[in-house]
């Protein structure tokens, strides 16, 4: 082999690696319930619809237009019912203009160059049209088929307005015989594990506080797992929005109270969000004082008051992630006891000339992120009982 060039070594492992994650997410698809599943299961549906349309169309249609029969089965085929019927109507809509259009200029203009290129440009303003929405350039690519393929006839037209209804009818009947699965409670599960999750990190933030020589690898862990809760968050909110969609028009029943379940999820997950912003300015400021050591200048007094803080507000947090069965007495009275323990902190602080002079500034940006942290929850709490 010449110099410089190489065998395209490897090729037969990655194909192995590919088949095996292939076939283990399959694996997990069947076993248990999820976006794993739904995605296996829509590919099935998509591929049985996709047949039946191309079939039927073949069987019933001019070939050159059986194509569009399983295009449109896989247009009605999202990943919700309303989003399969919102599109499925989009793209008629669209194809209805795009061979109006091409039928209008055929039969006013007749078939020229310059009648392709005014097609083009009058599909594609129409195509903007916000209603359409992401069907909008299916304007101009039906009109280009009805333009050049059927000459603007309206037998065509009429064949090709067919081979749509039945890709629709196949895609439609497919998903309303196996709705996609309902996960609202698995959404309410996953707020669950965040907050416990979240609570753990912040009852070992306070024994970090508390140590006598904090180490300064584990304070910037803790930096790392708040960036990845957050992003926890983020994705949590996408499901939960997600699944509210997946709720509308979907033939099949949830679990009593979901509807209300989910909104008071997301206003629990948008709670963790405020106060993982909190926790991130907070521990990057120990973070600064380990690093620099100014934290040895801390009063221990200050250190064991700002811990408890913490503990207690892991606590409230703990509370409120029990989004179906949240205490809100109980809640409200850890709230309370951490803005308690908080202004003893204060005032520790204040009565004792010493402590108030040791590292004030360190001192002061601890407290304003604790009170900030505690202020959120007090909010969240009254969004969580109007939820």
Known sequence: MP???????GIPGRAKAAAAQAVAFVRRAAGTPGSERDTLLLGAKTVVAAMVAWTAARHFLPPAVATFAPYTA?????????????????????MAVGAALAAALAATAGIHGWTFGLLTLVAL????????????????IVGFFAFSSGQGRIDYIGHLAASVAIGAACGLTAHLVLAPARHARHRQTAATDLFAELSERMTGLAD?????????????QWRRDWRRLSRDCEDLHRGIEAEEENGLLNPRRSFEGAAGALPRTRASVTIAQRSLDHLRSLTRTLDHAVGSREIEDLPPAFRTGLAAVLRTSADAMDEMGRTPRTDDSRLNRTIEEASAQLDEVHRGSQRDPEARSAAPTLQGTLLTDAARLLADLRTGRQDLSHA
Do not use: K
Not at 3 to 9: F, R, T, V, W
Not at 76 to 89: M, N
Not at 125 to 140: D, E, I, K
């Open 74 to 94: 896989m247009v009605a085929l999202q990943a919700t019912v309303y989003r399969s019927l919102r599109d499925c109507a989009q793209y008629a809509l669209a």
């Open 125 to 140: 303003c129409l195509g903007r049209v916000r209603r359409l929405g992401q069907q909008g350039s299916q304007v101009a």
């Open 208 to 220: 970090t506080f508390e140590a006598t020589a904090p180490d300064a690898d584990r304070v910037r």
């Open 3 to 9: 110099e410089g060039l190489s065998a395209p070594i």
